[in-house]
């Protein structure tokens, strides 16, 4: 899948053949899912307007009517088409100690999902190099689904726990899907729920030890 | 720190006022030098031969004539200046339950540093884009320091282990340093090594569960 980039022919056609999105027969729906494609094999920086109309066999000028900037396309085209806190209460429902697992497995699920791929790499190969997209990350990662997860558990700290489970998520999905570093890469997702969970459980539940009252002067070990 | 990127004539101007590396006052070396802070700050795809010469004050066929291709010269200028494996004696000899918080100490210690900030900066902005990019994070994830270390503690499933600590610090890497999200990205790094520090030190040496034997098939928790 790493090797799948920067417009490889195969790749794209491959994309293509998959077939339009659910919904986005209109012209509307077409630039967007052509946008994703984009911006997920290219990155914010890669992509063009003129390459996005060219796919979804449109006009640029089109583009620009219906989504103004590169930038403000970017934005919606980035915008999840899951509503990730719907999981929240069945993620918080089952057996508290497995919170982190399922989580994990949840999140693995949801990187695979056709329609979120294109996303979840946008979203990544851009934050590191355009402002808006890292605008968005932080988001995510800040205010986002895991933010709700983290408040749930009703522990202190809830937004120093959910950026640190949000980094290693994020880390996860730089090595696996956009490095793809083996063998994380290739491991199967039943397998990286049940290793990574606990590490998701711990920052989100467990005692951070000191890191908990936020004191770092405080001397002593966990 | 997030916010000095793309060019900001200020955080360029104040990379300047800094001054030369030492060693770098042949052209050669202040090539390089200006090659880093551009890369560093803009990514491969960003930076340009053009932009890194003019910062040199050099022609940019003398770019071309040391280093070749673009390409070539982020190999080059990527090269980590400090030998990280020269660090893990050191890192293995202290109290065996502590290696993992000593890891995540060292590496916060080393992306603090003025000489590697930018190779940081430089790899993560690059690697999400540029193959050569992602090959050479790749080869630090994978077979860099992280895995002597996994090495070093004597444990089945050595590179699972390494590439698994890999994705938190390339995470950690990536939401403080390039994404900027908070509490995260100010959080003191003694507090960061006390809390992070257990994550690295169970998948480097702890029993990953049914991770362990890498049978996907087994049912059962951890």
Redesign the interface.
């Known amino acids: 899948m790493?090797e799948a980039?920067?417009g490889r022919p195969g790749s794209r056609s491959l994309a293509r053949r998959r077939g339009r999105r659910p919904g986005s027969s209109d012209t509307r729906g077409r630039i967007l899912a052509e946008a994703r494609e984009a911006f997920g094999e290219?990155?914010y920086?890669?992509a063009t307007i003129r390459g996005i109309a060219a796919s979804a066999e449109v006009d640029p000028a089109l583009v620009h009517h219906y989504f103004g900037s590169k930038q403000q396309l970017f934005v919606v085209a980035m915008e999840f088409p899951v509503d990730l806190s719907a999981a929240i209460p069945r993620l918080v429902a089952g057996p508290p100690g497995?919170l982190g697992?399922r989580l994990v497995a949840y999140v693995l699920e949801q990187w695979e999902a056709p329609t979120m791929r294109p996303l979840l790499l946008g979203l990544?190969?851009s934050?590191?190099?355009d402002?808006v997209a890292?605008a968005m990350?932080?988001r995510y990662?800040?205010e986002g689904p895991i933010l709700a997860l983290a408040a749930a558990t009703d522990r202190p700290n809830a937004?120093?726990r959910a950026?640190?489970a949000?980094?290693?998520?994020?880390?996860?999905a730089?090595?696996?899907h956009?490095?793809?570093?083996?063998?994380?890469a290739s491991?199967?997702p039943?397998?990286l729920a049940?290793?990574?969970?606990?590490?998701i459980q711990?920052?989100l539940t467990g005692d951070?030890?000191?890191?908990e009252a936020?004191q770092?002067q405080d001397p002593g070990?966990?």
Request: aromatic share 2%.
């Open positions: 790493t980039r920067r290219h990155g920086d890669g497995l697992e990544l190969r934050a590191s190099s402002p890292a990350m932080r990662l800040a937004s120093l950026t640190l949000g980094s290693q998520l994020v880390g996860l730089l090595a696996r956009v490095v793809g570093v083996e063998p994380l491991a199967p039943d397998l049940r290793v990574i969970g606990p590490t711990r920052y951070l030890a000191e890191g936020m770092p070990v966990p």
